[in-house]
């Protein structure tokens, strides 16, 4: 330290806290806080610290009380990600079962490459006390906890051993947590004494901070090569993905898209990027992707791949494009997206290489053939999904469906359960362009992508990197802190819903309204699908009764109870089994300020189908099943269009 240098005596939690409150982003010249807030659950590990820290610094830096480590983290990456990754929020939870309950928060938000803050407290960097409380103990070294499983799913890992180690610690982990190209989940793992050391530290460290996120351009030489592969191609597909929006890049798109007429299919990540309405805009595309999108992959020469990871559902598990010599081009902030699929990478913001390459292709359009058969298929899509989300096609479904516990419709419509296509059509009809949908895992996510229109950029909040069940209702409450302007609507499975429903609870204390529509097939419907596609029908998927007599799941439904549930947890709920009362508790729920839930039992056989799409599940090679057998054959057959590109 040299003699100019101010210092201020402060513990190591306090000196974290009093850093994170004053870190900023800026990106196009719009300052904004990074951190929103703390969430935390504390404990042994973290009380005496960085809550204690928290407490005296509390007008600084807000501190909310989750009731689940998993479900903060999920809250803060939500909340990022509504935050187009410039803003997040920091989680500390205490040490040992508290740190590793964050783990799957952290892999998931790590794998969606949104910036999450993580401060788990750590055993004794002093080590005298040990083993104390929850300690995991190796016998072959001391400098092991159960933090270090944090580290492969961390863009940034640091252990915090000394309290001086923070002046180098804290900037690299704000570098990542800012970085586009580089960002996830941060841990600073927080050893429990060291936390409350004091130390003098620079007053530097301290003064407020911003961090411009740029928007790095992408080789010139390359950008010439990309507008003559667009020039040469006479069916060019874009896929959007989540970069589009984390980038801002969805004006960008449209006008290349207006200039060009090259059609769109979205990701999970990236659907809202070419808002519906707009005539190239073809919806999901991929394994749950709509008709019109795939069949253009499929013949398509050219695909300009704009932020996207390529993961197998956008790819259908590499069949989607099927063009003898289709080739890539690659649009992304990361070098490992972007060389995908031996892609001409075009490494840099979206935005950024979207406003170069405009002009670069200036003059050129596709075909008058090409936009004919574009503006065809997204007419017979349009009519698909209305066909798809009407009422009128409940019984027909029954019938279609033999197996269906929904066999009631046939005989008697009114008692029917509901579809869950037609509960997606009255929430289409009924929300709002800039509402926002939040959902992660089960047969929603399918569902929505190939049905939902996204008319906001923002309104579709999809987690399907990691298609987490359980980050719903956590998500939904970060979404809404980010964006408390809009209505926020989490559609959840009962299976999801049952694995991570307390953050109700948190909504109810901060008054952070959400709006849950719960699902209630009484099981999983996706993995039981998925079960009796393989050929084991739909095995151990049911929320019912061991039956005394087989042995198996199969006996009566069991008395559990969402609606009730939802009430003990303080929100507001109403029970929706028809299609009128569904849009009347919307409608009642969109004036009250509370966080409600709406349960809407629905059928767990109707189920919307996939359109010329694959997802590679492999199939047992033996078995004495013949359902095993010929799922075998037919996935033996599909696999041949699996593709290496190279
Ligand atoms: C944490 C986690 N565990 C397991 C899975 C595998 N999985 C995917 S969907 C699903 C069932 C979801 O059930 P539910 O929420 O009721 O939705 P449904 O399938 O009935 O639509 C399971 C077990 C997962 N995605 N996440
Ligand atoms: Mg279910």
Redesign the pocket.
């Known amino acids: 330290m040299t003699a100019r240098q101010s210092t201020i005596r402060l513990t190591m939690a306090q000196a974290v806290v009093r850093f994170l409150a004053q870190q900023h982003t800026a990106r196009d010249g719009h300052e904004q806080a990074l951190f929103g807030g703390v969430f935390g659950i504390f404990g042994h590990g973290n009380v005496a610290g960085i809550g204690q820290a928290l407490h005296e610094q509390r007008s600084a830096l807000r501190y909310y009380l989750a009731r689940n480590e998993q479900a903060m983290v999920h809250t803060a990456a939500a909340y990022a990600k509504m935050h187009n990754r410039l803003r997040t929020l920091a989680c500390t939870p205490s040490s040992g079962p508290g740190a590793t309950n964050m783990i799957t928060g952290a892999a998931g938000a790590t794998i969606n490459r949104v910036p999450v803050l993580l401060l788990p407290g750590d055993i004794f960097a002093g080590r005298r006390p040990a083993p104390v409380l929850q300690q995991l103990e190796s016998s072959q070294s001391q400098d092991v906890s159960v933090n270090d499983c944090f580290k492969p799913v961390s863009r940034y890992w640091d252990r915090i051993n000394r309290p001086e180690q923070i002046v180098t610690a804290l900037p690299e982990a704000m570098r990542v947590l800012t970085s586009p190209a580089e960002t996830g989940a941060v841990t600073l793992a927080l050893p429990q004494d060291v936390q409350a050391e004091a130390y003098d530290y620079p007053a530097a460290l301290f003064e407020p901070r911003v961090w411009t996120v740029g928007r790095p351009r992408a080789d010139r030489d390359r950008l010439q090569q990309a507008a003559q592969w667009i020039r040469a191609s006479r069916r060019p597909l874009i896929v959007a993905g989540g970069g589009v929006l984390y980038s801002d890049a969805t004006g960008a798109l449209r006008r290349l898209v207006d200039a060009t007429g090259i059609a769109v299919g979205e990701t999970q990540a990236g659907k809202g990027a070419l808002p519906d309405p707009h005539p190239l805009s073809l919806g999901g595309v991929g394994a749950t992707g709509t008709q019109a999108a795939n069949r253009l992959a499929h013949d398509a020469d050219l695909v300009l791949v704009i932020g996207s990871r390529l993961s197998d559902f956008t790819t259908a598990s590499k069949t989607a494009f099927q063009h003898d010599t289709v080739r890539f081009i690659g649009i992304n902030v990361t070098e490992l997206d972007a060389f995908k699929h031996a892609a001409l990478p075009l490494v840099g913001d979206a935005r950024a290489v979207l406003d170069e390459l405009l002009p670069l292709v200036a003059g050129y359009h596709v075909t008058a053939e090409y936009v004919e058969a574009v503006a065809a298929s997204q007419a017979a899509w349009r009519a698909e999904v209305d066909r798809v989300c009407s009422p009128q096609s409940e019984i027909q479904s029954a019938i279609r469906n033999p197996q269906s516990e929904n066999q009631s419709a046939i005989s008697n419509p009114q008692s029917a359960l509901l579809e869950q296509a037609h509960v997606i059509g009255v929430l289409q009809d009924t929300l709002a362009p800039t509402d926002v949908i939040v959902c992660a ?4 996510p399918g569902d929505l992508h190939k049905l939902w229109r996204a008319r906001d950029p923002k309104g579709y909040h999809m987690e399907y990197g990691y ?4 980050y719903e209702i956590a998500g939904g409450l970060g979404v809404k802190m980010a964006a408390p302007e809009r209505e926020v609507y989490v559609l ?5 819903y049952l ?1 991570m429903a307390q953050e109700i609870v948190t909504a109810v204390q901060e008054g952070i309204k959400v709006t849950v529509v719960l ?1 209630d ?1 009484r ?5 039981g699908g998925l079960s009796e596609a393989v050929g084991s029908g739909g095995f151990g998927t049911r929320y019912r009764y061991r039956n005394a007599a087989t042995g198996e799941l199969d006996g009566d439904v069991l008395p559990v109870d969402l609606a009730a549930n939802a009430a003990s947890l303080g929100a507001r709920v109403i029970c929706a089994d028809t299609l009128a009362a569904l849009r009347d508790a919307l409608a009642t729920t969109a004036n009250d300020p509370r966080t409600s839930v709406i349960v809407v039992p629905v059928a767990r056989e109707a189920r919307v189908g996939g359109y010329e799409s694959w997802w590679d599940v492999p199939v047992a090679e033996v078995s004495t099943t013949p359902e095993v057998q010929s799922a075998r054959a037919a996935w033996e057959k599909a696999r041949q269009k699996e593709r290496d590109f190279l």
């Open positions: 895992a089960g047969s929603l298609s987490c069940m359980g959840v499975g009962d299976g999801s694995m699902f097939n099981g999983f419907a996706s993995i």
